[in-house]
């Protein structure tokens, strides 16, 4: 089955980086539509990070990580990359890893993704 691992998560000051990596594995990685992030903060809901579309180069951000984090992937290692510089401590969350197989969706929502990851935790500290 398929099974996505988050590595990478930390405790760093505020304007240090990090990269978070997202290994996939039990299906082909050139198969899923598109993967993304996401990050929950405690008492908050679950928002998008980024996402990247196997076809087209479509790679959208949130406007609050916009110019800070840079989403990619190694289809070598079947692993999805967040490299997040000038972190903030309002970046503090757990953050998600997910996957699609769906074809033809916004893959900037949560709705859109089969697949998710156990989290990992980053928090910045002031």
């Known amino acids: 089955q398929v099974q996505l691992v988050e590595s990478g998560g930390g405790l760093v000051q505020a304007g240090g980086s990090l990269r978070l990596s997202c290994a996939a594995s039990?299906?082909?990685?050139?198969?899923?539509?598109?993967m993304g992030w996401f990050r929950q903060a405690p008492g908050k809901e679950r928002e998008f990070v980024a996402a990247m579309r196997w076809f087209g180069g479509y790679s959208p951000y949130a406007d609050s990580v916009k110019g800070r984090f840079t989403i990619s992937r190694d289809n070598a290692k079947n692993t999805l990359y967040l490299q997040m510089n000038s972190l903030k401590p309002e970046d503090t969350a757990v953050y998600y890893c997910?996957?699609?197989?769906?074809?033809?969706?916004?893959?900037?929502?949560?709705?859109?993704?089969?697949?998710w990851g156990q989290g990992t935790q980053v928090t910045v500290s002031s």
């Open positions: 997910a996957a699609t197989i769906r074809t033809g969706l916004r893959i900037d929502t949560s709705e859109t993704y089969d697949y």
């Open positions: 039990g299906r082909s990685f050139s198969s899923y539509y598109a």
